[in-house]
């Protein structure tokens, strides 16, 4: 099966360890796949306008996230890298789709929901409701079938696949069923409160750019659960357990790839209780945090060398928006002509 991938990120803030865990580590494993048609990356910087923002310093964010997919691993030979904003067909085509989607479908959206909440009822515009129905948009307008994610976004692909199936009723036969392609790391919990996520705000996450004594700061200080044992219980022990997870998911990066024999076995969460059993949270969070460090090591210092050669940069988007581009006004064209437009 020829795999067609498609996923994004709001360039608010800085990307942290859930953004990579969630999402981008499994953009860099699909780019790879030999079951991969084409995979399209996007800085979604219409969808970060939902929520406040600074004019002054949005372009040059929109251009740090796309500098954190090069750096961290996301190849241009393999991947198209876009900004949303930069191809207009997407935000045609969710007018499109706004004309054929119930406001009651995104009313009832936890993530609308949410960010509503979050801005104290002030931001209950119409771009915030109609956000998931441009996430459709961006999806679908590349025939995309494959859409890596974290868990927080799974009920807007199923959003995605209602206006699919309702547009292809209307209109006749166009899109195919969306599938979203979910990770182990799928939902990486705040550093300080386990009932949330992690997110880009203060001591809750870890950045990708964070320099290491912050990182060290950051775990020394994330909250644990009571009792001192290092075991896995995402129940009981929700604090200690999206730590091990992290250490999980990270030690396969870092450790080197030989001896092949003993890696796979070594990393399982059962084998990190063992390696802890009888030690302290202490002991557990120090070595968590020279983890991340390492990981994070190859990753900043790509990301310098590329700050250096922002040409390099444009000249990616530039190249990726033109192919994307096609793809995109071919779909629109095939749209507005089964819709009399
Ligand atoms: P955004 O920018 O909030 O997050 C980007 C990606 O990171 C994942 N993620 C997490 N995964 C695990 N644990 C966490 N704590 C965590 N925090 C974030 C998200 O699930 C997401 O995959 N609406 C999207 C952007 C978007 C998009 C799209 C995605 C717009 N159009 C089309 C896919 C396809 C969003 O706001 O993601």
């Known amino acids: 099966m020829a795999d067609r991938i498609f996923s994004g990120i709001r360039p608010s803030g800085k990307l942290h360890l859930g953004n990579y865990l969630g999402a981008i580590k499994n953009w860099i494993e699909l780019q790879n796949s030999p079951d991969t048609e084409r995979a399209i990356f996007a800085v979604v910087d219409y969808h970060g306008i939902t929520t406040p923002f600074d004019p002054e310093t949005y372009r040059q964010q929109t251009l740090d996230t796309v500098l ?44 609308y929901k949410e960010k509503l909440e979050e801005s104290g009822k002030k931001y209950n515009h119409v ?76 001591d809750e996450g870890i950045a990708l750019i964070d320099f290491p004594d912050v990182i060290r700061e950051k775990i020394k200080k994330a909250v644990t659960d009571s009792g001192h044992e290092v075991i896995f219980d995402p129940d009981k022990k929700p604090a200690i357990s999206n730590l091990i997870t992290i250490y999980h998911l990270l030690i396969k990066e870092v450790q080197p790839r030989e001896p092949k024999e003993v890696e796979p076995l070594k990393f399982g969460i059962r084998e990190i209780e063992k390696k802890y059993s009888g030690k302290t949270y202490i002991e557990f969070k120090n070595d968590l945090a020279e983890i991340i460090v390492n990981f994070l090591k190859p990753f900043q210092e790509k990301r310098k060398e590329l700050e250096q050669d922002m040409t390099y940069v444009e000249d990616v988007l530039t190249e990726s928006e033109e192919k994307a581009k096609l793809i995109a006004s071919s779909t629109l064209t095939e749209i507005k002509q089964k819709m009399g437009l």
């Open 68 to 111: 954190d997919f090069l750096a961290i691993g996301i190849d241009p030979k393999k991947s198209l890298l876009i900004r949303q904003s930069h191809i207009p067909e997407h935000t045609e085509l969710a007018w499109i789709f706004n004309t054929i989607t119930p406001v009651s479908w995104l009313e009832r959206l936890p993530t």
């Open 127 to 202: 771009g915030l409701l109609d956000y998931p129905v441009l996430m459709a948009a961006d999806i679908l307008i590349y025939k995309s079938n494959l859409v890596p994610i974290g868990d927080d976004q799974k009920a807007h692909i199923d959003i995605t696949n209602e206006i699919a199936k309702k547009f292809n009723h209307m209109f006749g036969e166009t899109f195919e069923p969306v599938k979203a392609y979910k990770a182990e790391g799928e939902r990486i919990k705040s550093l300080q409160d386990s009932a949330k996520k992690m997110s880009k705000s203060g």
